[in-house]
């Protein structure tokens, strides 16, 4: 399994972005995937899970509301929505992928990462 994201961006307080990541290497409705972020000196953290059960999605409470989740299964693409952007989103974003139907939101459950893309909010 192979994940790139993109769209990472500056962009000013209280703007919008979305970041794509796109799945090859396997069948995407196989994996439930996930988007992680890591801000420079913190520990890479849980942002957003959709689960390959019912397309069922959970989000960090720092994100809940603001954030959206979503699939693309014919062009087998991920993505993360992101509205109200806050200083604190600033961030490395990663992509992730896993088998099971609900991996867990420490890193370590996620099998297949992306490459990050950078997302910077400026006030």
């Known amino acids: 399994v192979q994940l790139q994201a993109s769209g990472g961006g500056l962009v000013q307080a209280g703007g919008s972005l979305r970041l794509s990541c796109a799945f090859s290497?396997?069948?995407?409705?196989?994996?439930?995937m996930g988007w992680f972020r890591q801000s420079e000196g913190k520990e890479r953290e849980f942002v957003a899970r959709?689960?390959?059960?019912?397309?069922?999605?959970y989000f960090a409470d720092s994100v809940k509301g603001r954030f959206t989740i979503s699939r693309d299964y014919a062009t087998n693409t991920l993505f993360l929505q992101m509205n109200n952007l806050v200083l604190d989103d600033t961030a490395v974003y990663y992509c992730a992928a896993d088998r099971a139907p609900f991996p867990a939101v420490g890193p370590t459950a996620w099998a297949y990462w992306g490459e990050g893309t950078q997302v910077t909010v400026s006030s």
């Open positions: 290497g396997g069948h995407p409705s196989l994996y439930s």
């Open positions: 959709i689960s390959r059960i019912q397309g069922r999605t």
